[in-house]
């Protein structure tokens, strides 16, 4: 299987390495900036290129692995009209690949990517799609070789996995970043709270986060909230988080209580 | 060492279960609820008391594990002023135990307990306090027998610590639980978010989180941003959230990047 990779981010980057251990070709690495395509192409042994008029036009699937509102553009600029051709991104329909050619499609690994930290692409969910079975039957086949979680979603569905994952991921890690921020206020080191964190990701492993939900908000101790607002005095902005945080978790709660 | 554990809630619970198993006695389990106190008393091989009138008076240390709004008022009744007495709230102040005994102190474990879920003790956090140099003295050899992370922090430190953890660890439970109920939404399962949170997590065990921060808001790809409120639009509760955190998490790196 030869492949062309459009992009040199984070996603590019996990999926070339991705692909070169599952034994697949990269033929081509394009990216605007030739130092970023140069960088990822030598990591993947392929061509590095910037100008979409040097395209391999004769590999079997090209990957857009740009940011979401460059997608439609790059495509179009492609001029592949018969070629296999998908994006990556969790919130773009697969209509932003519409009329670029016969064969379009999704393929969206659903991960929090770091550039310099390796991830068992096995245990990744791959969320795909096409237009057409073929197509999907192809997408799903190069997705099987990377990992053992392939699902066809719907655009809309892609769409609310993404805002779910946002929530899951990148919202939780900024409240660790808070965490670290007022702790650093009182001299005290993050390490205290990064076996919590473990924990905290540990028990919804096998639970559902509402059934192991603790803390003063669930309990409705009012008198250790606003103990804690007054603790947040300087930080307008972190109490008014903590506030509709809170409150948030007992309207949750209320509401499963019936 | 002889020890009284006052309440049988969570705390309580996973105390009593750790000093068991790092072979101290638990001479007593006092709860105002006597089939609470029997279920935790027959799990730690102790004796069960609902009356106070009934408290051993000749043990070493009486741990206080009841909410924070009960503190004051139950260790005003023991009526125990020469013996050592402990709290073990993130977000009670020392004080709530001052003219109860000549020796008081705190003993915080900051950890996220599930009653059916086991921890390692030996990895928790243990915040200590007490009024004097002897009695800190006690305190951190108790505490050493449970745990290899025991740190003398002040009350405010030990607020600061708590008011961090809600953020850490409560708050991100419940964005979890968020993501869970806009999954269910469409039609999909909970298993596709559980690898990401379980690699969120690690990867903040040997990085700040504000360094491995991804997603939209911090990339401020406002589209996506825009195109994720609109998915949310019949959550306007959840929209008012995405919002807060998006800025916030702007405001963060804004600040970072000077």
Redesign the interface.
């Known amino acids: 299987m030869n492949i062309v990779l459009l992009g040199s981010g984070?996603v590019a980057t996990h999926l070339g390495r991705a692909f070169k251990m599952a034994g697949q070709t990269i033929v081509q690495v394009w990216s605007r900036n030739i130092e970023h395509a140069n960088e990822l192409a030598d990591t993947v042994a392929s061509e590095a290129i910037s100008d979409i008029a040097d395209i391999n036009r004769n590999a079997d699937l090209y990957i857009i692995a740009v940011?979401?509102?460059a997608i439609r553009d790059l495509a179009l600029t492609l001029g592949l009209d018969d070629k296999l051709i998908v994006h990556t991104s969790g919130?773009t329909s697969i209509q932003a690949l519409e009329g670029v050619s016969s064969h379009i499609g999704v393929f969206y690994p659903?991960?929090?990517?770091?550039k310099n930290?390796a991830?068992d692409f096995r245990?990744?969910?791959i969320a795909i799609e096409a237009t057409n079975p073929e197509d999907l039957t192809a997408i799903r086949a190069i997705a099987d070789r990377l990992s053992e979680?392939v699902?066809e979603?719907s655009s809309?569905?892609r769409?609310?996995?993404?805002?779910?994952?946002?929530?899951?991921?990148?919202?939780?890690?900024?409240?660790?970043?808070?965490?670290?921020?007022?702790?650093k206020?009182?001299?005290?080191d993050?390490d205290?709270?990064?076996?919590?964190?473990?924990?905290?990701?540990?028990?919804?492993?096998l639970?559902?986060?509402?059934a192991?939900?603790?803390?003063?908000?669930?309990?409705e101790?009012n008198?250790?909230i606003l103990?804690?607002l007054e603790?947040?005095k300087e930080r307008p902005?972190?109490q008014?988080?903590?506030r509709?945080?809170s409150q948030?978790?007992v309207?949750?709660h209320k509401q499963s209580r019936g």
């Open positions: 984070k940011k979401d509102s919130s659903l991960q929090t990517f770091s930290r991830v245990q990744i969910p979680k699902t979603l809309a569905q769409k609310a996995l993404h805002v779910a994952a946002v929530f899951a991921c990148n919202f939780t890690n900024h409240l660790m970043a808070i965490s670290q921020d007022l702790l206020a009182e001299n005290l993050f205290l709270i990064r076996p919590l964190i473990a924990e905290t990701a540990e028990k919804v492993q639970n559902d986060p509402e192991v939900q603790t803390g003063p908000a669930v309990r101790e008198e250790i103990s804690h603790a947040l902005d972190l008014e988080l903590y509709l945080l948030s978790i309207n949750l």
